[in-house]
């Protein structure tokens, strides 16, 4: 599929719709308008162009919208009204791939999709830079920023305009980007260099260059934005980063599983609702690590999450963990307290991202 204009009428979920970095076709939601209220999962399913919406509590999904080529990363906007989601025409690769045998990459295909929570559409789709994979937005919603991950850049995408305005050169393949909750900085980690870059969003400068465990994933920042935890895959643990010094303090090793044929691979994470625990997805381990931020050590892990959990999101009471969980195409629900996984449910595809959101009454999710 390519980002091609659609003017024409709204089309059914089934048949899909693909935007181009403008305005573009919408999308009808096909949950009824009785539909409870209670947390909405948003699941972007890689393979199948999709952002799957999920009712965990009911144990379904409820909608499934097609948005293009790749879809990863995902974020909600400041005011919690639309969901961003990162689109990209680079084919999928990954270890053990010859690159040199896939197909050329469809740049036409790349860029930030805008989805409109209320009504379930596909509204916009913006130009955010090469392979986008995954972005955060300033927290006076105004701004993106986005790691473009063929490109070696950071993308700044200028919401008011939809325009980039500007391409500050990082590592190579720049994957897990984080804004430190005061605004200041943006951490990008850079997979293929080892590495966590510091940009100052004020002058877009590079600040900081961490060295870090090997193939380094996601960024999560406490909630008084002090220190920074960086989840290495390759490095089986979880780097602890000083934020105001840019500079890394320490390691939380992940702890293997007696006979387990695969060893723990941090991947996507994020904050407890109290900002106390920090929840690491393992990928390949099946499991989920729960850390102590304050204590800087692994509680414990849970076991038999789903197959190589990725993105992970936590409920708007604190009590449950989802995970997506790409080759077995569903997400699991886990009771944080019982360490047990409630249930999984099947959303087809390979679910990649996720994000967490709460309508409030009247809306169609």
């Given at each position: 599929m390519s980002l091609t204009s659609s003017k024409g009428p709204v089309y059914r979920v089934m048949l899909g719709i693909v935007a181009t970095a403008a305005i573009t076709g919408c999308q009808r939601s096909s949950t009824p308008p009785s539909a409870p209220p209670g947390?909405?999962?948003?699941?972007?399913d890689e393979t199948g162009g999709a952002v799957v919406v999920v009712d965990p509590d009911a144990g379904r999904v409820i909608d499934r919208l097609s948005v293009g080529k790749r879809p990863r990363g995902l974020r909600l906007s400041a005011d919690r009204s639309r969901l961003f989601v990162a689109l990209?025409?680079?084919?999928?690769?990954?270890?053990g791939v010859d690159e040199s045998k896939l197909p050329?990459?469809?740049?036409?295909?790349?860029?930030?999709?805008?989805?409109?929570?209320?009504?379930?559409r596909l509204v916009q789709t913006y130009r955010s830079g090469q392979d986008p994979e995954t972005f955060d937005v300033a927290p006076d919603g105004k701004t993106l920023y986005v790691s473009n991950e063929d490109a070696a850049e950071m993308s700044v995408l200028d919401l008011s305009t939809?325009?980039?305005?500007?391409?500050?050169k990082v590592g190579e393949e720049p994957e897990g980007v984080t804004i430190r909750p005061d605004g200041r900085e943006v951490y990008v980690t850079c997979e293929a260099d080892n590495e966590v870059h510091a940009v100052d969003t004020s002058t877009l400068a590079v600040v900081g260059r961490m060295k870090v465990g090997p193939r380094p994933r996601s960024v999560v920042f406490t909630t008084d934005g002090a220190l920074a935890f960086i989840t290495t895959e390759n490095g089986q643990a979880v780097d602890v980063v000083d934020a105001s010094q840019?500079?890394?303090?320490?390691?939380?090793?992940?702890?293997a599983k007696a006979g387990a044929p695969t060893p723990p691979r941090p991947m996507g994470a994020v904050l407890s609702r109290d900002g106390r625990q920090l929840f690491v997805s393992l990928g390949r381990a099946?499991?989920?690590?729960?850390i102590d931020v304050a204590a800087r050590k692994v509680l414990k892990t849970i076991e038999e999450v789903g197959t190589r959990p990725w993105g992970i999101g936590v409920s708007p009471d604190g009590r449950k963990l989802y995970s997506a969980n790409g080759p077995s195409g569903d997400?699991?629900?886990?009771?944080i307290e019982s360490g047990k996984v409630d249930r999984r449910i099947a959303v087809g595809g390979s679910p990649w991202g996720i994000a967490v959101a709460e309508p409030t009454r009247g809306q169609t999710p």
């Open positions: 947390p909405r999962v948003y699941v972007s990209s025409g680079s084919p999928i690769g990954g270890p050329p990459p469809d740049r036409s295909a790349d860029g930030i999709g805008v989805l409109d929570l209320a009504t379930h939809g325009s980039v305005r500007a391409r500050v840019h500079s890394v303090v320490g390691k939380i090793e992940m702890p099946q499991s989920i690590a729960v997400v699991s629900v886990v009771d």
